[in-house]
């Protein structure tokens, strides 16, 4: 869980207390089902960061947090910065490798 950071964890559990609060009404039924699906599919991408598919599930969770709008943009942000991180190491990585070979 090391990968996963705050703002993904703020939102997974805003996201949670919507679909709650949503749930009490029966008039709501709908949108509780339908910020429930949001809230697993959050999980799942969570899931999938802590398995060690960063990109892929933080591009789950930015995706499923951008369609509750504004609300969802504080995990879009955050699954964003996983991304960004993947890259950098990527690129820091691919670096050093060519640093080395040049040496030689």
Do not use: C, W
């Not at 039924?29 to 799942?44: E, H, K």
């Not at 599930?57 to 947090?65: N, P, T, V």
């Amino acid at each position: 869980m090391k990968s996963i950071n705050g703002q993904m964890i703020a939102a997974a559990i805003i996201h949670t207390l919507l679909t709650l609060f949503l749930s009490v009404d029966p008039e709501y039924s709908f949108l509780a089902l339908f910020t429930g699906a949001i809230v697993l599919t959050n999980l799942l991408g969570m899931a999938l960061i802590a398995s060690g598919h960063k990109k892929t599930g933080a591009k789950i969770f930015m995706l499923s947090s951008l369609v509750l709008v504004p609300i969802g943009a504080i995990g879009a942000f955050g699954a964003r910065k996983i991304i960004d991180q993947e890259a950098k190491e990527k690129f820091y990585t691919q670096t050093q490798k060519e640093n080395k070979n040049e040496r030689y």
